[in-house]
C-alpha cells in the first residue's frame, strides 16, 4: 500500500463521516502547499483507527474527480509492477504507453514483456528505503509503543480505535493541523505480502519497508508526503486504490481474515497441523503392510538366483525358511549394540523443531561416531576371520527378523501412545482408525529417557544398516566370484551410497526438520522403513551384484561418477541453502537469494535452488538414484527398482510436504507457487 492510497483511506474515512469534498481538497491543498508542519517535533504523525477495519468503505467513487487523466509513468521510467494473479511487486521499465486502452508496455527484468494497466504499477520510490528519517531515535518515536505510551499527548498517543467521532472541526485532523501541530491520517496497513520479492540485501527496500510497518502501524509520514508532493507538483496522476479491491485482490478470504485479526507475523509459530488421511487410509496402509514384507522377501530372492530376470519367480523357499531363532538373535544383538553406541555421551547435542508445546528436544549427534564404531568392529571380527557372510546367507531370515522387529516395534508404540496427551500426538496419529494410526503412528517423539526411538531409528538403525549390509554383499562378490578386489560395479555402488549416509550422518542436525522427524508419528510406515526396508532394500543394487557380474568400462564409470556427482551438487547444495537459510534468515552469506516473507514469520526462499523447482534436494537425490542403479549394467530390471522406488517415494513425498505448507503458508506458499511452478523437474513436473 503506498502514500497515496493511504492518502485514499484518510481521504475516504473523513469523508464518510464528514463533508466529502471539503476535506480531499483540504488534504491536497495542504499537500500542495505543504503547509502541514508539526508543532514541537517538526514531523507529521500518521496515525488513525485500527487500520485493520474491513468495514471502510471504498474511496474510489469518493475522490474519482482528483483522477486525472494521461499517463503517470513516461517511457524508460523504472517502477515496480504488480505481477498479474498476484501481489507480488517487481521491478519494470516502462516501454510504451498506449492512450486508447489506458496500458502500459512493460518489461519485466526476466525479460517479460507484458501490458499492465497503470493501478498495477507503482512508483520506486515507494518501495525505497526512507533516507534521512532512519535515525534511531526517529525510529523509536514511531513505535507503535511509544505512540501508545499513555504519557503521551492525547493526539500523540491516542490509540487508533479511539479516534473521536466528532463533527468536522473538532476532529483530530482539524483541530491539530489548524494548530500546527500533527496531521493525523488513517492508515491502511502495509500487506506484508505486498512487498515481496526482492534480494535480501541489508540495502534491500522491500523488507525494511514491510518491516517498518510491520513494527509500527503509526508511522512518520514525512518522506512520503514529499513524495507524494512532488508526484502532484510533476503534474502526474493521483491513483487511488480502493480499499475493497486491496483486500478483494487476495485469492483466499481467510488469509486476508487471518492478516487483519493478527497482523503481525508471529516468529516460530507452530501450526496446528490439519489431520489429512494419506496413503489412502486404512485400506491403503493395510494394502502397503501387508505388500512391502513380501515385495522385499521376493527382491531378495531374484537377486539371489542366477536369471533375476522379474517374470522367472521361481521361490525356492517357503515363508517357513524365513525364520530362524539365531538369526533373530544375531538381530537383536545388533540393534542392542547400535543402541548402545547411540546412547555414548559423545557428539553434539542439537535440537528439534519446535513442539505444539514450544518446547524443543535436544538430540545427541553421535552417528558418525557410531558408524566409526561400527566400522572398527567390523574390522575386528574380520582379523579373528569371523565369518561375516553367515549375515548373506541368511539375508531373508535376517529381512524378516527385523519385519518381526518392526512389527513388535509398531505395537509397542501403539500401545504406549495411548498414554500420550493430544499435544504428543502426530496430526495423522489423531485419527481413530485404529489400522491406519498404527501404519502412521501416534506419538510424534516416542522416548524411554533419552533414548529416542525414533531418530535411532530413522539415523543409526537404518543408515548404519544399510552401508553394514553393503559391506556384506562386497564380501559376499568377493567370496563367490572367487575376487581379489570387488569388482568395479561394486565398489562405485558401494562408494557412492556410503557417501550418501556419511554426508546424512554429517548433516544430522539437518534431518531434526525432516518431515519424518518433524512431524510424522512414529508407528509401522517409519519402523518397517528404517528397521527393514532402507538396509534391506536400498542395498538391492549390491545384491545383485554378487551373483550377477558386470563389467563397466572406464567410460562408463567416469559417467555415472560424473551423474553421481552432479546429482550430489545439487542435493547438497540445495539443502545447505534451505538449512542456512532456516538458520538465519538474515545470513549476509544468502544475501543474493530472494524471498518471500510470509504471514506465519517464517520466509520462503524464492531463488538459488529453490527458485529452480520447489524441490530441488528431491531432484538431486532422484538423478543420484539413478545414478546408483547404472553400475549394475541393462541385463536385468531388478537393480533399478531403487530408481523407481525413489522417484515415486519422493513424487508423493512432494504432495505430502506440499500439503504441509500449503497449511502452514497458506496464500505465501500459492505465491510461492505461482512463482516456482515446477515442483521436481522444470518442464516435467
Ligand atoms: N533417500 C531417501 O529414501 C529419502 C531421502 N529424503 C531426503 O531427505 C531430505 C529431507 O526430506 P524432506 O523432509 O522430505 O524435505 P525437505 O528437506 O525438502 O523439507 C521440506 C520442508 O522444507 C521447507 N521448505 C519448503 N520449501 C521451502 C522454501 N522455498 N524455502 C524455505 N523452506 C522451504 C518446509 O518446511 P518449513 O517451512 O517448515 O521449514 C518444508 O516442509 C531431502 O534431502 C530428501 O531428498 C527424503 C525421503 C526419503
Ligand atoms: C516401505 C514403507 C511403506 C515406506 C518406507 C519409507 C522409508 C524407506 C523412508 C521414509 C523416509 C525416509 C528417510 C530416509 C530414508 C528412507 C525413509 C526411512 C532418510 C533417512 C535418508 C537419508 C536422508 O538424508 C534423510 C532421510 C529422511 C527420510
Redesign the pocket.
Known sequence: MNINSRMAMFISEDSKKHHTGTWCLFLYSSLCRTQVRSGRSGRYILSGPSPYDLSRPSCSDICADLRMPGPRFSDGDSAMARWPGSNLYFEIQILSFDSGSQLYSVLFKDGTEMNIKESDIRSLNIFRPKRGSASPSRRRSRSRTRSRSPGRTPTQGRSPARTPKTDPKSSPVVRDSRKGDILKVHLTPLKPQDFIVETRNGKDAITRHAKLYRESPVIQAEEELKVYEKQIKNQKVLRYIQRKEYFAESENKDVNKKFILNPEPTRNIVPVEKPVVE?GGAIGATL??LS?PPLLYYLLHMCAQKDASLWNFYPHWTFRDLWESTVFGYFALWILLLELFYLLPIGPIAHGVPLATGKRLSYRINGLFALFFIGVLVAVLLYYKINLLYVYQHLHQFAASATLLSVILSAYLFVRSRKASQEELSAAGKSRNFIYTF?MGRELNPRIGKFDLKHFS??HA??IGWVFINFIMLLAEMDIQQLESPSASMISVNAFQLF??L??LW?QE??LS????AH?GFG???A???L???PF??SLQAAYLVKHPVEISWAVLGAVVAMNTFGYIIFRSA?NQKNAFRRNPEDPRLSYLKSIPTSCGSPLLASGWWGFVRHPNYLG?IIMAWAWCLPCGFNDVLPYFYGFFLTG?LIH?VSRVEHRCRQKYSHDWDKYCHLVPYRILPYVY
Do not use: K, P
Request: aromatic fraction near 20%; proline fraction near 0%; glycine fraction near 2%.
Open positions: 496413503f502397503v503392510m512391502m501404519f530413522a539415523v537404518a543408515l550418501y549416509v554426508h546424512a548433516n539437518s534431518m525432516s518431515l519424518d522427524i510424522e509401522f510406515m517409519l518397517f522403513g528404517n527393514v526396508w532402507v532394500a536400498y539443502n537425490d517415494l513425498r
